[in-house]
């Protein structure tokens, strides 16, 4: 991105964390078109000078770098394979990066599609929560060809400080999955010590913070751990994706003839849980499960 004239960027789904992302890319001096579902989730990027678009079609007609940040991989389908969707409406020569998290094959096929329209494509997961969203520090795992991640740089800068391409197409998501293989068994290790430090009688606060400056220590213990003790379970990533992810983490772990107990035993842990009615909740919720 060598011109000083910005290329306009699309910008579907501003729940959550997207709603942060495309606000950094749009205080970056980047036009900026918006669409979701439910366009009251976009009012404060509207106020600030964001265009609304009435489809995915019309937005993928007027933007050059499309970036989605949705839910399910069903939605990537229709999203992007829908008549309506992208690769029937994106402009030749432009670029789609899917942000959110999900089959390392669908993200194969995202890319081989468009590269037959003279579309370049990137699966760009991230990693860092609302939390990471709100301060601009995602992680950012990218799968596809390293000119397209090159031109992209600037604006994935706008959202995060680690950047990595790690091969091909899908092999962002690859990496988005490891990501959540770890995440997995660490909450379940960081509920566990705060229930066992209350049995215990000590003080949780305390326990985190010395933990913390340990080999144990992790971002979820630092940042989620103090939400737990404080009852804050509003959700910096739902429940309900976790199981998604760690869903499709299992797929592919069956796909390459690969075992992942503990993210066997994480998932049946988070299913309950959802069942509990906390699907819509943060993964702390977790510790709700262990103390019922």
Same mark, same amino acid.
């Given at each position: 991105?060598?011109?000083?004239?910005?290329?306009?960027?699309?910008?579907?789904?501003?729940?959550?964390?997207?709603?942060?992302?495309?606000?950094?890319?749009?205080?970056?001096?980047?036009?900026?078109?918006?669409?979701?579902?439910?366009?009251?989730?976009?009012?404060?990027?509207?106020?600030?000078?964001?265009?609304?678009?009435?489809?995915?079609?019309?937005?993928?007609?007027?933007?050059?770098?499309?970036?989605?940040?949705?839910?399910?991989?069903?939605?990537?389908?229709?999203?992007?394979?829908?008549?309506?969707?992208?690769?029937?409406?994106?402009?030749?020569?432009?670029?789609?990066?899917?942000?959110?998290?999900?089959?390392?094959?669908?993200?194969?096929?995202?890319?081989?599609?468009?590269?037959?329209?003279?579309?370049?494509?990137?699966?760009?997961?991230?990693?860092?929560?609302?939390?990471?969203?709100?301060?601009? !520090?995602? +992680?950012?795992?990218?799968? &596809? @060809?390293? %000119? =397209?991640?090159? $031109?992209?740089?600037?604006?994935?800068?706008?959202?995060?400080?680690?950047?990595?391409?790690?091969?091909?197409?899908?092999?962002?998501?690859?990496?988005?999955?490891?990501?959540?293989? !770890?995440? +997995?068994?660490?909450?379940? &290790? @960081?509920? %566990? =010590?705060?229930? $066992?430090?209350?049995?215990?009688?000590?003080?949780?606060?305390?326990?985190?913070?010395?933990?913390?400056?340990?080999?144990?220590?992790?971002?979820?213990?630092?940042?989620?751990?103090?939400?737990?003790?404080?009852?804050?379970?509003?959700?910096?990533?739902?429940?309900?994706?976790?199981?998604?992810?760690?869903?499709?983490?299992?797929?592919?772990?069956?796909?390459?003839?690969?075992?992942?107990?503990?993210?066997?035993?994480?998932?049946?842990?988070?299913?309950?849980?959802?069942?509990?009615?906390?699907?819509?909740?943060?993964?702390?919720?977790?510790?709700?499960?262990?103390?019922?």
């Amino acid at each position: 991105m060598t011109s000083q004239k910005k290329p306009i960027v699309g910008f579907i789904g501003t729940g959550v964390m997207g709603k942060s992302m495309a606000g950094h890319i749009q205080n970056a001096g980047y036009p900026l078109n918006v669409y979701t579902r439910t366009q009251e989730k976009a009012l404060d990027l509207i106020a600030a000078g964001a265009f609304w678009k009435e489809t995915v079609a019309e937005l993928a007609r007027e933007s050059d770098i499309i970036i989605t940040m949705i839910g399910y991989p069903k939605d990537v389908e229709e999203v992007y394979f829908g008549e309506e969707g992208l690769l029937n409406n994106a402009k030749e020569g432009s670029y789609l990066v899917d942000m959110t998290t999900s089959k390392p094959l669908l993200a194969q096929k995202i890319a081989e599609a468009a590269a037959k329209k003279g579309i370049h494509a990137v699966d760009a997961p991230v990693s860092g929560g609302d939390i990471g969203a709100k301060n601009a !520090t995602l +992680a950012i795992m990218a799968g &596809g @060809v390293p %000119e =397209a991640f090159d $031109y992209l740089r600037p604006i994935f800068e706008t959202m995060g400080t680690n950047l990595m391409l790690h091969g091909p197409a899908g092999s962002g998501q690859h990496a988005k999955m490891c990501n959540q293989i !770890t995440n +997995a068994s660490n909450m379940m &290790g @960081v509920c %566990e =010590a705060i229930v $066992y430090a209350k049995a215990a009688g000590l003080n949780p606060a305390q326990m985190i913070e010395t933990v913390s400056s340990g080999a144990a220590n992790s971002w979820a213990l630092q940042n989620l751990g103090p939400r737990m003790l404080k009852g804050d379970y509003a959700p910096g990533f739902y429940v309900k994706h976790f199981i998604k992810d760690m869903t499709i983490a299992l797929e592919s772990a069956v796909e390459m003839g690969i075992q992942l107990p503990s993210l066997t035993l994480a998932l049946d842990l988070y299913k309950q849980l959802a069942e509990m009615g906390e699907e819509d909740s943060g993964t702390q919720a977790l510790i709700k499960y262990l103390e019922r």
